[in-house]
């Protein structure tokens, strides 16, 4: 079965300082991955997403990027954290016949002060 | 207007009851149609999909979709205190881009 992995599971960090999360997913092979953003009472927001190796498409400009060095692997990072940037970040996969299906992180809840 | 609107909540509905979550879309071109589970501090977990027009049972579960209306209904049975959370519907119109909507917040009184 397929199980996807998201690490940490929370993280504080202060303003300007730089973020690595990190997701790897288990069980399939050329999966499609997603990095979301959930803000407090709000929907979940897709940042980016990557259909294969070094494939990366973002959705919203900001000082966020992504990288997938391996097949399931996908990475999301900032330079310099801003307090905006605070949130729950969620890593999602789906196959590529899964009719857009969404299978989800546990989800890192990232704090910037 | 948005997306994808849901009523925030919270419904509250006695233990054993129906639930009733109602979902409206504003791109007609959307294809697929998803209800999402989550638990307070936890991410999202797939319940539901529904493709075309008419209902979906999945044991407690029915979704419901209208296109022709742009709604998305979920209906749980027999709800359980454990159904307690927030229910996030979600349209997709064919490509990598999954709309979700804020979430309707459940609570299920025993």
């Known amino acids: 079965s397929q199980t996807i992995h998201q690490w940490p599971a929370t993280l504080v960090q202060p303003v300007g300082s730089p973020l690595s999360l990190e997701c790897t997913v288990e069980g399939t092979s050329n999966p499609n991955l997603y990095w979301y953003r959930q803000a407090a009472g709000r929907g979940l927001q897709l940042l980016f997403y990557?259909?294969?190796?070094?494939?990366i498409s973002s959705e919203v400009p900001q000082n966020l990027s992504a990288s997938r060095p391996q097949d399931r692997q996908f990475i999301l990072s900032s330079k310099k954290l801003l307090l905006s940037d605070s949130g729950f970040y969620l890593c999602?996969?789906?196959?590529?016949?899964?009719?857009?299906?969404?299978?989800f992180g546990s989800g890192t809840q990232l704090s910037v002060l | 207007q948005k997306e994808v609107e849901q009523n925030s909540g919270p419904l509250s509905v006695p233990e054993g009851a129906i639930a009733s979550l109602n979902c409206t879309y504003s791109d007609r071109v959307s294809q697929s149609f998803f209800w999402y589970r989550q638990y307070s501090g936890k991410s999202p977990e797939l319940i539901m999909s529904i493709y075309s027009n008419g209902d979906k049972e999945d044991g407690r579960f029915t979704a419901q979709l209208n296109k022709a209306s742009q709604y998305v209904s979920l209906l749980i049975r027999d709800s359980q205190p454990s159904d307690s959370a927030t229910y996030l519907c979600a349209v997709n119109r064919g490509g990598f881009k999954t709309i979700f909507g804020a979430g309707t917040r459940l609570f299920v009184k025993a």
């Open positions: 990557s259909v294969g190796i070094g494939q």
């Open positions: 999602a996969w789906s196959s590529r016949t899964g009719r857009e299906k969404l299978f």
